[in-house]
């Protein structure tokens, strides 16, 4: 009688609709590229960061919990942001269900729910004084500090993709996320490093400095 040895199966391994070059290790679970840079502007795919989307009623108590349309916030590490009318998107790296911990969806007038849409977006940040200039080349959004402040928010077409924006300033430079469909996030990301070429835009998660360049805009 043949002997039957035991199947071992590995890990599942998630992995982004973006490709990039380079070398890639696997973090939680998520496939991802070790690529950094310290390039005037760079591009970086984040698409394994949790995402989760919200919506409520307009009489619904959570609202009351979330930022105002077109605007973000952090609360502690989660970003919080008011995306479209009666919807918000959270955006960290904690399980789904943790994500929404301590917001109260259930009860009370009207209705809210909640779904992880991680495996279904694409997320990407750019980042960099020209980032405005360079987006400008995209959309027909007026990004000037006035008008789009750090935490800032909006949906617009970029490249003809249909995209969240959210200004999300790190170390004193100027940055954006940008999500859109799964299907839609090779086409954009190539999109914005095609239109960065000329502000010197490199692939890679950007490491912080301890001067980072002021963004006068």
């Known amino acids: 009688m043949a002997n039957h040895h035991p199947i071992t199966w590995s890990d599942p391994v998630a992995r982004s609709p ?3 070059p380079g070398t890639y290790v696997v973090v939680d679970g998520w496939e991802q590229c070790d690529l950094t840079s310290n390039a005037a502007m760079t591009l ?4 394994h960061r949790t995402k989760v989307v919200l919506r409520a009623t307009p009489n619904h108590s959570v609202r009351e919990w979330l930022p105002p349309l077109r605007s973000s916030r ?5 970003l919080q ?13 904690e399980p789904p269900e943790l994500m929404v911990e301590g917001l109260p969806i259930e009860g009370g007038e009207g209705f809210a729910s909640w779904v992880d849409v991680t495996h279904g ?32 928010a909006f949906r617009t077409s970029i490249a003809g993709v249909t995209t969240d924006v959210i200004r999300d300033d790190q170390d004193g430079l ?5 999500h859109c469909e799964r299907s839609s996030g ?8 095609d239109a960065g070429t000329e502000f010197g835009c490199e ?10 360049v002021a963004d006068s805009n």
């Open 18 to 20: 973006i490709s990039m």
């Open 186 to 193: 090779q086409y954009l990301f190539e999109a914005l490093l």
């Open 44 to 47: 970086a795919d984040e698409s």
């Open 174 to 178: 100027r940055s954006y996320l940008l």
């Open 81 to 93: 942001v008011g995306s479209g009318p009666a919807e918000w998107y959270l955006i960290g790296a």
């Open 121 to 152: 977006r694409a997320l990407m940040r750019v980042t960099g004084v020209d980032t405005d200039s360079m987006l400008s080349k995209l959309c027909a959004v007026n990004l000037a500090e006035g008008t789009t402040p750090n935490s800032a």
């Open 203 to 212: 692939l890679g998660r950007r490491v912080a400095t301890s001067s980072p």
């Open 74 to 78: 952090y609360s502690g590490e989660i």
